[in-house]
């Protein structure tokens, strides 16, 4: 019998967020492995652990070492399909031994927040990396949803598209904690947005 990686997307956050199925993967989990924050909110006593940091080759060992004797549900934020452990997973593993449980991504839930469709809009990421500039281009009624981080907060990315030939007074949606108690979404200008609710770690919207 070969053992299974069970790849898991929690979600933004929030348990009522996560899809049946993936909840029932990691409650029935022998092995599970996620982020310091993931395994405190839902692993349970008995089960083993590991916490996903800096070390990816540390992660992947674990898991190959525990893929011997039991199946391992890695619980990932989001959906695994985007920007997650996923990709580093496939370059380890065969496609044969990863299962993959959707989630819903934070991309997803800001723009259900806001009422917005998104089949049209480009997704960009600013979180570690840099999109390159022929993909931030300004057309009128264009829209962009983005990842942030540290570096590339809200405030500096809000900067960075006025710099590129964004209209100034294009509508940016800063969401931030999103489905948790704290959540907050603030709607501002382009140029309002460089100096207001400056944040990290967040999706940002902007409508061309």
């Keep these: 019998m070969e053992f299974k990686i069970i790849v898991a997307g929690i979600g933004p956050g929030a348990r009522e967020y996560v899809v049946p199925k993936a909840l029932k993967a ?6 599970l492995v996620g982020g310091s924050r993931a395994l405190a909110d839902f692993a349970r006593e008995g089960q083993k652990t590991f ?4 070390d990816i080759k540390a992660v992947m060992n674990f898991i190959g ?62 979180h570690g990396r ?16 983005m ?21 100034k007074n294009a509508r940016a949606y800063i969401c931030s904690r999103l489905s948790y108690p704290d959540e907050k979404i603030a709607c501002l200008s382009l140029e309002e947005a460089q100096t207001k609710e400056i944040v990290s770690h967040c999706v940002m919207i902007v409508e061309g």
């Design 26 to 31: 990691i409650e029935n989990a022998k092995v």
């Design 65 to 126: 070492e525990e893929l011997k004797q039991n199946d391992v549900v890695v619980i990932v934020s989001g959906d695994p399909g985007y920007y997650s452990l996923l990709s580093s997973l496939r370059k380890n593993f065969s496609i044969e031994q990863i299962k993959v449980i959707p989630g819903l991504s934070s991309m997803q839930v800001a723009f259900a927040k806001i009422a917005l469709p998104w089949q049209e809009a480009s997704l960009l990421s600013f």
């Design 51 to 54: 916490a996903i940091k800096v």
């Design 147 to 167: 990842l942030t981080d540290n570096k590339f907060n809200s405030g500096r990315i809000a900067e960075y598209l006025i710099e590129r030939g964004w209209d």
């Design 130 to 145: 840099v999109p390159k500039d022929e993909d931030l281009v300004y057309v009128k009624g264009r829209i962009i949803g």
